[in-house]
């Protein structure tokens, strides 16, 4: 596996105790099966973070190109040269999971979300999600039309039992009927990068579940 020096890598947490901390370092360099990566900062924070021996990350790479890379790490050590560094364990080739995306990789999953428009809440269901939109089941013709802005809350749910909610608001898109169910398309119009990589971190998630699945059969 070859890793672009100066990359961004973004870790997560693999145990609940940090749950719904995202970390953000860049690769400084790498020595057969150990990652140098600066210390990292904590995206929602933007404050430096120190990293303690033995613990565990799920590592999201973009490689310097369109694919993303998703692996589990380790921190075993710190270092001090030019910069200061910690020390990752990089796992076999074969333990990497390749992730194909398009700008925003849209991944089908249900998750529940509530759209507020003229003072009244609707109770709605994802079909497919993204970092850029989202497409929903709805319980039935609702009153806005394409264009209309409306305010979305969706409910992330994560692996390890984080949940996060994400507030934005968005633009109807397009209203459409598949299979005789109502649906709508939205675009985010406010989402920062926090609420940006949360989303990203679902879809990146899901999509390893997927693939995880796929492996076990």
């Known amino acids: 596996m070859e890793f672009k020096i100066g990359a961004f890598l973004t870790l997560e947490p693999i145990f609940p105790e940090k749950a719904g901390d995202l970390l953000k370092c860049?690769?400084?360099?790498?020595?057969?099966?150990?990652?140098?990566?600066?210390?990292?900062?904590?995206?929602?924070?933007?404050?430096?973070?120190?990293?303690?021996?033995?613990?565990?990350?799920?590592?999201?790479?973009?490689?310097?190109?369109?694919?993303?890379?998703?692996?589990?790490?380790?921190?075993?050590?710190?270092?001090?040269?030019?910069?200061?560094?910690?020390?990752?364990?990089?796992?076999?080739?074969?333990?990497?999971?390749?992730?194909?995306?398009?700008?925003?990789?849209?991944?089908?999953?249900?998750?529940?979300?509530?759209?507020?428009?003229?003072?009244?809440?609707?109770?709605?269901?994802?079909?497919?999600?993204?970092?850029?939109?989202?497409?929903?089941?709805l319980p039935e013709a609702l009153p806005f039309a394409e264009g209309n802005i409306v305010k979305l809350t969706i409910v992330l749910p994560f692996k390890n039992g984080d949940i996060q909610y994400i507030q934005t608001n968005a633009r109807v898109i397009r209203i459409f009927y598949k299979d005789e169910q109502p649906l709508a398309s939205f675009q985010y119009l406010d989402t920062d990068e926090v609420d940006q990589q949360q989303i990203l971190r679902f879809?990146?998630?899901?999509?390893?579940m997927m693939k995880e699945m796929l492996y076990l059969r």
């Not at 033995?54 to 921190?75: H, M, P």
């Not at 879809?203 to 390893?208: A, G, K, P, S, T």
């Open 26 to 137: 860049k690769i400084v360099d790498k020595k057969e099966d150990v990652i140098y990566i600066t210390y990292p900062v904590n995206m929602r924070t933007n404050k430096t973070v120190y990293l303690l021996d033995g613990s565990r990350y799920r590592g999201i790479l973009q490689n310097g190109d369109r694919s993303i890379f998703a692996f589990q790490t380790e921190v075993i050590g710190r270092i001090m040269d030019r910069i200061p560094m910690i020390k990752l364990s990089c796992p076999p080739e074969d333990e990497f999971l390749k992730i194909e995306r398009r700008e925003f990789v849209r991944v089908k999953t249900p998750v529940d979300v509530a759209v507020e428009y003229g003072n009244q809440f609707y109770q709605c269901v994802a079909n497919d999600i993204s970092a850029g939109g989202v497409a929903l089941k």
């Open 203 to 208: 879809c990146f998630e899901r999509q390893v």
